[in-house]
């Protein structure tokens, strides 16, 4: 095979200067032609179902201090195999994954230098994706100036994007033709404590859509010791790699030999392939921890939250907290969340409803001394508590509930102050039996001149998990880096933020997320892994955001569809317990929907739109159906042909009300029991900002 190849193309690198090499995936339908152009520079193009998505696009990294790897290229062999692997996650939407990709290994030598690069592709039969192998150099090391992966898509698709922010995910999400991606329109949005914007560029995943239906998303596999990468818009139609920065002008300092994270495209005929794909994680290295279900399952949690996100109580002990404001009297105010008395009641909540995990925020000492502050170094403790607050009486009070405590670790962004507390931190919450912290990064990254995502904290975040897991945590991260599949190599990393939160209904300047955000993210977002959105609010209009009147721009249908919407191993019931308690018969979905799932499909799509998918729990044969609705109300029927033949299912069904709307009607809920075969068509109505939840319970 190796040789017959060299020889083709040998033959057909002689005769022209046009792609020659083909990749073709499994089923023929995405076709990569990798050349070089009469530069010498390295270029591939991509066909999908015999149409051009990606024209003629070139690779190559511009260094700092050695010679550029741009053009000047000969191809000296090639390398083409099939790959394929048979794998399970330990949570997540589908247990069992496998896959069949071509592989081809290119190995370019740059004649000017005599250095080599070695570029592998994959062709899959949902897309395809290439990497780097930049073999060991004299130097060591090299300072990577920029990489410069060009991705010219073959026409101006409507693109689904947020800002390259170099600080943060949390923008709301934009729709826009390529050619009209505006990015630095999107800087210095008041409610991000912080953002850096430095040019036109969007974060990964970004997704598109061609005239003809195909949806194609950019992003990246296994993100480990190397800047996050934006791509910056370039020509009308196109887009040029641009990793994260740093102070010194240059991207990232690699160690050679060294591999590139995966640049990742997925292909689709239509919305939901995307979310059928399971590529990025296809494309990670395996498990490398093994079985975690001793100390870590998938779980819903309640916590002390949201009451401060609304302003009824507050993170910090001493001082009071407006948003940035502070009266500074030193004195207990009283009106601190994490307190026993407080977290007792959630405790006691937990365990009556079945919930594993109480979050408990503002616990320990720093909060006087966070947002809104440059020196944040050394401010925050984490093993030190609040004098309101005994961790380890309330955790032993949890444990005789059968719940356990979440932690808490606010790093305000200044991350080697929690590098030097990390081993103790990590330790303390072993010695109590607690197995899952949620992290934080809010704030401008200190030192200054590194970025959230860059490669300096890259290294952060991957050794923040990889050191949990020595003492059995899984991390919930968040203002964390995107998810890039690691979370198949090291399933301690169970979610993580990396977009706007429900938090931002609470106080954003919008007054909440726009009603579109999570059928958006649902094909951006999402397709990164497990996002904690932290859904479940019953009392959707509140008291607090600038004027006083935010709210969440759905219906309640909707809070039950994000149950199973949102891929998320741990999902929380954000809400405070007093407004559970007044629907203790919507509570009643929450307690039921599962978190650990074994088969997932999504049924129905349109990004921006509406999205639903039907998931089976590892637990029994049950069926999950939900989904969540943008503006305008949608008739969805689902087929529900992956029931089991012969059986009966019962459903009870959380939907909109038949006058229900989220600006006007939102909390108009309908609770129906109804019987399915295989087979059946499940018809809902979505109202406009709407959705549902159902669950399929087989007889
Ligand atoms: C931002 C997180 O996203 C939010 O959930 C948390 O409450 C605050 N930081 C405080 O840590
Ligand atoms: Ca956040």
């Not at 609010?537 to 935010?550: A, E, R, W």
Request: charge should be negative; charged fraction near 20%.
């Amino acid at each position: 095979m190796k040789k017959v190849t060299l020889l083709f193309i040998g033959l057909a690198f002689a005769a022209c200067t046009g792609p020659q090499e083909v990749v073709s995936s499994p089923d023929g339908n995405v076709q990569v032609s990798v050349g070089l152009t009469s530069k010498g520079a390295i270029q591939y193009s991509v066909d999908f179902n015999g149409k051009e998505v990606i024209g003629s696009s070139t690779l190559g990294f511009d260094f700092a201090e050695a010679e550029d790897l741009l053009d000047g290229f000969e191809l000296a062999t090639v390398d083409v195999k099939e790959v394929s692997d048979a794998y399970t996650m330990q949570w997540g939407s589908n247990t069992e994954l496998s896959y069949t990709h071509t592989e081809a290994t290119f190995n370019f030598t740059h004649v000017p230098t005599g250095r080599t690069l070695g570029v592998v592709f994959r062709a899959a039969n949902d897309g395809f994706a290439f990497r780097y192998l930049i073999p060991e150099q004299e130097e060591g090391q090299l300072v990577v100036k920029d990489e410069k992966s060009e991705f010219n898509l073959s026409e101006d698709a409507m693109a689904h994007w947020i800002p390259g922010d170099w600080e943060i995910y949390e923008h709301p999400y934009n729709h826009t033709k390529v050619s009209e991606i505006d990015a630095l329109s999107k800087a210095n949005h008041p409610n991000l404590a912080a953002t850096v914007i430095v040019e036109n560029s969007v974060s990964t995943p970004v997704t598109f859509e061609y005239k003809d239906g195909t949806h194609m998303s950019i992003h990246e596999a296994a993100l480990v010791n190397y800047s996050g990468m934006t791509l910056l818009r370039e020509g009308k139609t196109g887009f040029v790699s641009s990793l994260v920065g740093r102070e010194d002008g240059n991207k990232a300092t690699i160690p050679t030999p060294f591999k590139t994270p995966w640049r990742m495209v997925t292909l689709g005929d239509e919305a939901t392939d995307l979310l059928a794909s399971h590529l990025m994680y296809d494309l990670n290295e395996p498990n490398q921890m093994g079985d975690i279900s001793q100390w870590f399952t998938p779980q819903k949690y309640v916590g002390i939250w949201w009451e401060m996100h609304m302003g009824k109580s507050t993170w910090d002990y001493g001082m009071t907290q407006d948003m940035g404001t502070w009266i500074a009297d030193g004195r207990e105010h009283g009106r601190h969340g994490a307190n026993n008395e407080n977290t007792r009641r959630y405790i006691d909540f937990a365990a009556e409803h079945g919930f594993s995990g109480v979050l408990v925020e503002g616990w320990n000492t720093g909060w006087e001394h966070w947002i809104g502050f440059d020196d944040r170094e050394g401010v925050f403790d984490f093993v030190t508590s609040y004098p309101d607050y005994d961790m380890a009486e309330l955790q032993k009070y949890a444990k005789s509930k059968g719940v356990s405590l979440v932690m808490h670790h606010e790093t305000s962004a200044a991350p080697r102050t929690y590098d030097q507390q990390m081993d103790t931190a990590y330790a303390l919450m072993q010695a109590n039996d607690i197995h899952l912290v949620k992290s934080g990064y809010v704030g401008p990254l200190l030192p200054k001149g590194e970025y959230h995502h860059g490669q300096w904290m890259v290294n952060h975040y991957n050794n923040a998990v990889t050191k949990a897991f020595d003492y059995q945590i899984a991390v919930n991260t968040h203002e964390p880096i995107k998810g890039t599949g690691l979370e198949r190599t090291w399933p301690n990393w169970v979610a993580r933020e990396g977009a706007r939160g429900q938090e931002f209904n609470a106080w954003s300047i919008e007054k909440g997320n726009y009603v579109d955000h999570i059928p958006t993210m649902a094909f951006t977002r999402f397709l990164s892994g497990p996002m904690d959105y932290t859904p479940g609010v019953f009392q959707l209009h509140m008291k607090s955001g600038p004027d006083g009147d935010n709210r969440v721009r759905s219906t309640i249908g909707q809070q039950f569809g994000l149950y199973i919407v949102v891929p998320s191993p741990i999902q929380m019931a954000c809400d405070l317990p007093e407004n559970y308690e007044k629907h203790l018969d919507w509570l009643q979905f929450i307690k039921d929907v599962a978190v650990d799932w074994d088969r997932s499909i999504p049924v129905a799509g349109k990004v921006g739109q509406y999205v639903a998918w039907a998931r089976t729990p590892k637990e029994n044969d049950n069926w999950y159906l939900g989904a969540a609705n943008a503006d305008g109300e949608h008739q969805l029927s689902i087929a529900l042909d992956f029931l089991e033949e012969g059986a009966t299912y019962e459903a009870q069904i959380y939907r909109d009300a038949d006058d229900a709307d989220w600006e006007t009607n939102p909390y108009a809920v309908t609770i129906e029991t109804k019987t399915y075969v295989k087979g059946d068509s499940f018809d809902v109505r979505l109202a406009s900002g709407g959705g549902f939840g159902a669950i399929l319970v087989k007889q």
